[in-house]
């Protein structure tokens, strides 16, 4: 199994940035892809980030040009970069990864609170 922790998050003003950490650990030999998802009260969990099984990374259109997503093997973490935060932005984010028979493996969740 695969544990995921992340950290990062805290109250910022709009305009402002944070980086979100994930550090996974376990068999992380059986990690597939990995991505950042949130979820907002009363709103349906979304991806914000993707990094896919071949390095790949995509972002949801709400969130390109702005997030950033970034692995570093050597830390065994992910990182997500959020610049020019908007209050829309406020959410649980999550941090997911995948193995390779598609199963789930979710961290705790860290708040973003974007106001102002």
């Known amino acids: 199994q695969v544990q995921l922790v992340e950290s990062g998050g805290g109250l910022v003003q709009p305009g402002g940035s944070l980086r979100l950490s994930c550090v996974y650990s376990?068999?992380?030999?059986?990690?597939?892809?990995m991505g950042w998802y949130r979820q907002a009260p009363g709103k349906q969990r979304e991806l914000v980030a993707h990094?896919?099984?071949?390095?790949?990374?995509t972002y949801d259109g709400s969130v390109k040009g702005r997030f950033t997503l970034s692995r570093d093997n050597t830390q065994n973490t992910l990182f997500l970069h959020m610049n020019s935060l908007k209050p829309e932005d406020t959410a649980v984010y999550l941090c997911?990864?995948?193995?390779?028979?598609?199963?789930?493996?979710w961290g705790q969740g860290t708040q973003v609170m974007v106001s102002s």
């Open positions: 997911n990864a995948r193995d390779p028979q598609y199963r789930g493996y």
């Open positions: 376990g068999d992380i030999s059986n990690i597939y892809d």
């Open positions: 990094f896919s099984n071949r390095g790949y990374t």
